[in-house]
């Protein structure tokens, strides 16, 4: 059974920082793809970032710029780094992990994920 959990949320203010982190127990696998996603109130889960085990990542548009996954081997943690917060990045950020089939991509798309996170919060105020 895969295990992923989720840590670092929080309030900030608008301008500010914060950075969340994500084990899963498939990081070691060379088939590893973990990303994580968002759910505002009322909205639909969408994907923020995604990166796979050679490193290569993945971004939405509206965070390119300001936000950054990485893979922390020392910790076997997935790392988002998120700067320059504002109003609508406020919603569930949720962590995901799965194994890529040969030839994959991993790309931070809802469908291609079965092992999910209980989600943090991060609220940010104006």
């Known amino acids: 059974q895969v295990h992923v959990v989720e840590s670092g949320g929080g309030s900030v203010q608008s301008g500010g920082s914060l950075t969340l982190s994500c084990v899963a127990s498939?990081?070691?696998?060379?088939?590893?793809?973990m990303a994580w996603f968002r759910q505002a109130p009322g909205k639909e889960r969408e994907g923020v970032a995604s990166?796979?085990?050679?490193?290569?990542?993945s971004y939405k548009d509206s965070v390119k710029g300001r936000f950054t996954i990485s893979r922390d081997s020392a910790n076997q943690t997935v790392l988002l780094q998120m700067n320059s917060l504002n109003p609508e990045d406020t919603a569930m950020y949720y962590c995901a992990a799965d194994l890529l089939p040969p030839g994959g991509r991993c790309r931070p798309a809802v469908f291609a994920f079965g092992h999910w996170g209980q989600g943090t919060q991060v609220t940010v105020s104006s």
């Open positions: 990166i796979d085990a050679d490193g290569s990542t």
């Open positions: 498939t990081y070691s696998d060379p088939r590893s793809c």
